[in-house]
């Protein structure tokens, strides 16, 4: 490579370090709307998880023998570290937050070829991990900022490292359903939506679920930025997004006792996030235009089902890792028509 | 002034930096005759050119010192007048920095040139095939890139009609500005040049198609119209987007015709020239000036002074770089052709040759600093780059797996190498590269299996001989078996005679001996032994038959 130079003859205009501080950068004011609802849980959450990807993707390089400092700087395992924390409650124990990141890195990513070769999304496959191997430590998400008392830093950070109980009453009395998931429990008590609202005052925000709509907006605007600066095309979002919403609206316009809004369901739980910056992940998604269409569809469909009629309150996860399995099928049969292949015959 | 004409969208491209001012500050300067004119042989694709010339043989400037062998080939002139010192191999400009047979003439300051015939010079007059012997006579190629020879792109064959000629000026590689100088300095004669393609095709319009970062080139032509071209020919402002000026991609943006893979523009009625390639063909049918010299863009960061000469061709890259004030040595990377295309030329000795259209000398700062490939990521920037409309993250994967029979699945042979994938690749991967180590691996299998398939052929053909020789061998053996066989059933056929003879005789005294004693005979009256002597008598008889040959085998 080095004796034979080939063109371009030209500086290069991109690099993955550059794509992957971006996907951060856009991750933030996500993170901040979760820090002023959740508390300061998120970043000892990150940092933990940060610090595990790297030394796991260090680990692994030199096991592998691959270089160390080319792969450590390219950004790809801080935003998987990142994707992980932000799915985790607050309050959350240190080990789980290392085995699911650890699990991510060295199972998910390295064992199948490292940046570039892994099939399914490294982050989701933590994730899904703790969600069936650990389900009950998922679903202890501190009430919003709103809606009950907010727990300091010295506590969260007792609590996630140590494991020492914040010294404010009952646990219980610090924590709540996510909205999806009351919705859903509530669901399957055979309430209605209206009567969910009633029992659960601090949803009656327009449905939506106080604090995650706010985070979800904000991801949404992360996503846009990285729309904007080109980082991520607009097939997939756009595709999944109007998937749930289609889904959503029709059994909302079926049955508004049974099903709630499509508002509900594209602000709540990790629907931006996971069409913004999960979905998108270029390793694991379709890259052909079509293919991509295809691909956010899939994960829509696959979100609302799940939500809807599965076991999890949210699906996303499930969905990315079952989209993450049809896309290399979904590139062969979606592939563009070559230029000079059927010309068309305008002139 | 024409209708605006609507103009179609290609896939992908690049906005590039253009540093095209740089280099168009000063009109085309001469640059002068080097003392040394190194001339390839081989200077475009198809067949080598013979030399006519000698060692030690003064030539003189426009004389044909190598001539056109077969169809696909066009003689080589000598650029001045001088000696030919050498026919020898020398570094030629080719990706491979091999060396090929070049004349090589010690020119002699005289600059003498052989005497212009007086032939007809009003194209109008000369049928197309006369045209286009003028046109090979004068050795011109394509110079706007392959340098395919030109005269073969005006005869599509009779089968092919055309409807549309088109000009390709739209120069879309950053630096390069030999072809929008030529239009603003010579915009008469590049249409004339295309009247004259347009009377040898019969072409029923002309386009012109230029970027629209050259509005001086535009206005320029658009003003060397005559009144009665407009209808004929458009002047037509394209997008600048690199590589608006690929021939498939111009003719697509102008006349939204796909030319379908693998087949030439002239399947969809279109044919295409450069700027330049109508410009010298002017000159070669007015002026029977054959091709000697062209304009050369010498430009990039390390040179102090970019400018475009017009250069005898033959001249050492080092001579023209000198002239330009630069520093002698080589940069820290020369390039023949743009930065997106060109290739790296390692030896200041190469000469500029029919296809030199841009010498870029660029410095350390404009080349990456490292090597370091990353991985894939599959981000798909280089199929949203991709003019082609190909999936290059794709081709690159069956690359690397050296996937040979995958990767022309996604359409290799579809890549015009024009390097969008690479530059925007966020990996670092070079792309093109890869496509290029693959398109040759299967040709090198290709050659290989035709070699194989020849080399099979003959052994089939050798064992059908042994074969044939074998059988004819039996044959032969056969009929001498034959042959002999006969002789020697003649003389067996005698031989069972006398074995039967013998085997008759044998029984027939055996016979004998059984009745030669005849039991109680003693006391029989002579009655009876004359009796018993006329039954012998009898008996003897069918044994004298039997003796006889024939009968004895039924025995």
Redesign the interface.
Known sequence: ??T?????????????T??MLLVVAALIPGIAAHIYFFGIGIVINSIICIVTALLCEAGMLKLRDR?LW??LT?G?AIVTALLIAIGLPSLFPMWLAIIATAFAIIIAKHLY?????NPFNPAMVGYVLLLIAFPKDMTLWLAPHAAGPAVDFVSTLQFNILGQLPVIAHFDAITMATPLDTVKTELGTGLTVSQIVTNHPHLADAMFGKGWDIINLLFLLGGIGLLYKRVI?WRIPVSMLITIAIFASIAYASNNTLHASPLFHLLGGATMLGAFFIATD??T?S??PRGQLIYGCGIGIFTYLIRNYGSYPDGVAFAVLLMNLAAPTI?YYT???????H??T?? | MSIPRKLWRIHGGLHLPGHKAESMQQPITDAPVPPELILPLQQHIGNVATPIVNVGDRVLKNQIIARAEGYVSVPIHASSSGTVIAIEPRVIPHPSHLTDTCIVIATDGKDEATPVAAVLSDYRQMDPAELRNRIRDAGIVGLGGAGFPAFIKLNPGPQLKIHTLILNGAECEPYITCDAMLMQEQPRAILDGLRIMQHALHAQRCIIGIEDNKPAALQALQAALHTDEHTLIEIVAVPTLYPAGGEKQLIKTLTGLEVPSHQLPASVGVICHNVATAYSIAQAISHQQPLIERIVTVAGPAIPKACNYRVRLGTPMKYLIEHTGASPSLPARLIMGGPMMGFAINDLQTPVIKTTNCLLALTSQELPKTQFELPCIRCGECARACPAQLLPQQLFWHAHAKDFDKIQDFNLFDCIECGCCSYVCPSHIPLVQYYRFAKTEIWAKEREKSKSDIARQRHEFHLQRLERKKREDEERKRKKKEMLDKVTQTDSAADAKKAAIAAALQRAQAKKATQASPQNVEHLSEQQRQQIDEIDKRRANPSTVASQPGKDNES
Do not use: E, K, W, Y
């Open positions: 490579m080095s034979f130079i080939s063109s371009p003859h030209t500086l290069f205009t991109n690099n993955v550059r794509i270089p080319p792969f390219d790809s070829g490292g940046l570039g070769n095309t270029p390793v998604a890259t052909t590139d592939r563009p028509r070559v230029f000079g292949h010309p068309g305008s002139s």
